[in-house]
């Protein structure tokens, strides 16, 4: 059965880098897409970025282009988002979901989320 | 950037209704549009794909049509457990875009 098992909740201040990930399990990790998408408190979703594992090719919105950095390890079939220096406007939920050509590039599995909170 | 403009953004149904959700692409996306639910505090679950293929274990009453720039998702007779939130997004061209989400209410 196919698994994408995200880290847990993380409360930063703001300035601080972050690291989140998305392990995934039960099918093979270098021929889908991990793509990472945003819900900010009360709002609808954003497409931040995606990662091809296979080769590493990343596409990111302009929106997060520059914001964040998306990745991955091959050897523990694990995705990531990342922060160098957070915001309080980066307090959102967070999303991985994997997506491929094979059902029109929808996203089909997703993560449970990882609750980001940033706070003085 | 491919905008998409979901509508209505609210709706209030009752067991038993057959509700219409729409969205509108700002250019043609062929057919590349998925509908997804999502329920207060979990992630969102993939109902329709390619715009019209219901995905394997949702149940026959969501269905979805349209191509080009306009979308349809249908569920023929509201259960309880379809009271939830409903999103569509264009996978047709990056950066990929949801639409602004339908809140289907009681």
């Known amino acids: 059965e196919v698994h994408l098992v995200q880290s847990g909740a993380e409360l930063k201040k703001p300035g601080e880098s972050l690291k989140i990930s998305c392990k995934t399990s039960?099918?093979?990790?270098?021929?889908?897409?991990i793509a990472w998408v945003r819900q900010m408190p009360g709002k609808g979703l954003e497409w931040m970025g995606s990662?091809?594992?296979?080769?590493?090719?990343?596409t990111y919105s302009p929106s997060f282009q520059g914001q964040v950095t998306i990745s991955a390890d091959k050897s523990v079939t694990t995705a990531y988002l990342q922060w160098s220096s957070l915001k309080a406007s980066d307090t959102a939920k967070y999303y991985c979901?994997?997506?491929?050509?094979?059902?029109?590039?929808?996203?089909?599995?997703w993560g449970q989320g990882t609750m980001v909170t940033v706070s003085s | 950037a491919i905008q998409m403009t979901q509508s209505p953004s609210s709706l209030s149904a009752s067991v038993g209704d057959r509700v219409t959700i729409t969205c509108r692409a700002s250019?043609?996306?062929?057919?590349?549009l998925g509908w997804y639910q999502q329920k207060p505090g979990k992630a969102p679950n993939l109902l329709i794909y390619?715009?019209?293929t219901l995905q394997s274990g949702v149940p026959s009453r969501f269905s979805g049509s349209g191509s080009g720039t306009d979308f349809t998702l249908t569920i023929s007779s509201l259960q309880p457990e379809d009271f939830a939130t409903y999103y569509c997004?264009?996978?047709?061209?990056?950066?990929?875009?949801f639409g602004q989400g339908t809140k289907l209410e009681i």
């Open positions: 979901a994997r997506h491929s050509e094979v059902l029109g590039n929808a996203f089909d599995i």
């Open positions: 039960g099918y093979i990790f270098t021929i889908y897409w």
């Open positions: 990662f091809y594992p296979g080769d590493s090719d990343t």
């Open positions: 250019q043609g996306i062929r057919n590349d």
């Open positions: 390619a715009a019209s």
């Open positions: 997004l264009q996978d047709y061209d990056y950066p990929y875009t």
